[in-house]
């Protein structure tokens, strides 16, 4: 068993020496508002009763035609838009979620044990844009973190074997006896396994082509294929080549699950940099607890100019009988171990599990972060969490394939024409953004509305790029 959290000579969740040294957060950095005014605990603050109450008998709503914009859901799109809007413009907003927190599926808490952890599943913030680097700054410390997955996958002879993932020199000859030494021989060794796809332009059609034309039949046996199945319900020849096209081919020992320059956590937890951007701004306003839909339907939405909808976009045209949209959720099987040996369950934060034989598709142990609480000392215990993938719940990842698309076509036509309403974020664009994207994306649309008064998207979603979808 590991003895420690998973660390480097550079300190705890740091990669190598040679690729830590291209992450470009080296130390502590950025403004926690809250902890400089005084705040001292480091777990989500109470919410003010009125706040949680799930009414909105109490809002003070605004004279001159109600809040400038009503707010659906409380995730980053959504929050980004107020803020800016509050900070720059001075206008009012209203944001209404049907959850009790802030934060929407970046909420994290502190457990019971003492232990920082994710409500909805780990989330670790990398970005290549400096905008949303400085942007996030703004809100919250931030620590250097180089996000690094292993495996227990299965080797040519059927023994489990902890790798890195994505595959380095160190996966190939753990699993196949590769022998590959350098960046050169690992480069040949892909280029013996790749299958080119057999289509006229010599492009991928599908996943399962997208993945043997990047990593050949060994890795994609043995490492994504069954996971990709765990993840979807969807064999890879089922989804669209874009999910699998994104596989990192690495010929270096760099084990780094990310290449971008900045790569992060926040030093006092992601729900710290909602309190930071929303509480205590006097043109905004929130109500937890409340269901857009109801309110509307029994004509009770406080009086306002423009409503910012972040939820999913089938959902807003469920009333027109259309088909709905597939999307993929999470469940947690979340457990605490009391006495693991060396005060940790596994090698690291997150080992994933590829083989079919295992019904989840990972393992993650928040205890391995470093900005776990420093209010007191960390238990001896720890907390483990499995993520199995589900087609039932809160809805977390859009199904990219022929079928979704050309149904999302259908509702983004609707919602081009829907007057007074603006469609923001992943599950409103059926798009999986990062964290970064999703920032960027609300600062374009802000930039809009600050340059012509309109609140709308400077680019299309799929112009963002591809995200990390399910890991």
């Known amino acids: 068993m590991p003895k420690g959290p998973f660390a480097s000579s550079v300190g705890v969740g740091r990669a190598e020496p040679e690729w830590a040294k291209l992450n470009k957060v080296d130390g502590i950095c950025g403004r926690d508002v809250m902890h400089q005014s005084g705040e001292k605990t480091e777990a989500p603050l109470k919410l003010e009763d009125e706040i949680t109450s799930g009414e909105c008998e109490s809002l003070i709503v605004p004279e001159d035609g109600g809040f400038d914009l009503l707010i659906v859901g409380a995730g980053l799109s959504g929050s980004v838009i107020a803020e800016r809007c509050s900070k720059e413009l001075n206008m009012t ?67 489990l074997k902890l790798v890195p993932i994505p595959p380095t020199r160190e996966t190939v000859n753990a699993l196949f006896s590769a022998n590959v030494n350098t960046d ?164 690291a934060m997150v080992v994933n599990y590829p083989s079919s034989s295992v019904p989840f598709t990972r393992i993650v142990e928040y205890k391995h972060t470093p900005n776990q609480p420093s209010e007191q000392p960390l238990p001896r215990g720890t907390l483990i969490a499995k993520e199995y993938s589900t087609d039932v719940g809160e809805p977390y990842y859009p199904v990219p394939n022929p079928e979704n698309r050309a149904l999302y076509e259908k509702y983004a036509a609707l919602a081009e024409k829907e007057k007074g309403v603006c469609f923001v974020g992943r599950l409103a664009s059926y798009k999986y953004f990062n964290m970064d994207q999703a920032i960027l994306n609300a600062l374009e649309m802000y930039d809009n509305m600050k340059e012509n008064g309109t609140l709308e998207p400077k680019r299309k979603p799929e112009d963002f790029g591809p995200g990390d979808g399910p890991k």
């Open 93 to 159: 907003s209203l944001i209404l979620d049907k959850r009790d927190h802030i934060g929407g599926n970046c909420y994290d808490f502190v457990s019971d044990e003492g232990i920082r952890c994710s409500k909805y599943g780990a989330h670790l913030f990398h970005t290549n844009f400096e905008r949303v680097w400085e942007y996030v700054q703004n809100f919250s410390e931030w620590i250097p973190f180089d996000h690094r997955v292993k495996g227990r996958v299965e080797d040519e002879n059927k023994e």
């Open 184 to 347: 050169e021989e690992m480069q040949k060794w892909y280029d013996e396994q790749r299958v080119v796809p057999k289509s006229e332009d010599g492009q991928p059609r599908n996943g399962e082509e997208a993945a043997l034309s990047r990593v050949g039949p060994l890795l994609y046996e043995a490492v994504f294929k069954h996971y990709t199945k765990k993840q979807w319900d969807k064999y890879p020849e089922e989804l669209d080549a874009s999910v699998l096209l994104r596989l990192p081919c690495r010929t270096t020992t760099d084990d780094r699950y990310f290449s971008d320059p900045w790569q992060a956590l926040p030093r006092r937890g992601y729900t710290r940099i909602f309190e930071n951007m929303l509480l205590g701004d006097e043109n905004i306003q929130i109500r937890l607890n409340c269901d857009f839909f109801e309110l509307k339907k029994s004509n009770a939405l406080p009086k306002h100019k423009l409503v910012v909808f972040t939820g999913q976009i089938d959902a807003y045209y469920a009333s027109l009988g259309m088909p709905k949209l597939e999307y993929r959720s999470l469940e947690f099987e979340n457990t605490y171990v009391e006495e693991p040996e060396d005060g940790y369950y596994q090698e």
